[in-house]
């Protein structure tokens, strides 16, 4: 009987529990990654993860059957946040002068919130001058 982190090797060193199945569970190995294990039946992954840094450990034990693959789960990237765009100051309108003129923004020049050519009668850019 021998003993190692607890565990207690009976049965003359063989397995105890047995599951009289015949698909082989590969392990291997990974010092780099904290020494981590790696669990597979799947020979073509068993064949390419030494080149990896993962060192074959063998068969470990048999199952009775192949249960539903699991998915390989990927870090997703994070999206950048969307820069926020400056907003814009909302125009003013102003039906006509004497609306500019109550608003207390006479004259408007060309290019002022609220300007347009139709309030500039001389065409100076010069609006509600009058």
């Known amino acids: ?19 009289g199945g015949n698909v082989a569970i590969y392990r291997v190995y990974n010092p780099r990654l904290r020494g981590l294990h790696h669990w597979t039946t799947d020979t073509n992954e068993y064949s390419i993860l030494p080149s990896n840094s993962w060192h074959q450990e063998g068969i470990k ?30 125009q003013s309108y102003y039906p006509n002068c004497a609306a500019v003129r109550s608003a207390g923004r006479a004259p408007l020049y060309r290019g002022q919130s609220g300007y347009r050519d139709g309030l500039d009668r001389g065409g100076d850019g010069i609006a509600c001058d009058q």
């Open 1 to 19: 009987m021998t003993s190692r982190h607890g565990w207690t090797q009976d049965n003359n060193g063989q397995p105890v529990f047995y599951s």
């Open 61 to 90: 034990f048999y199952a009775t059957q192949f249960g539903n693959p699991i998915q390989t789960q990927y870090a997703r990237p994070i999206a950048a946040p969307t820069p926020v765009q400056p907003q814009q100051p909302a």
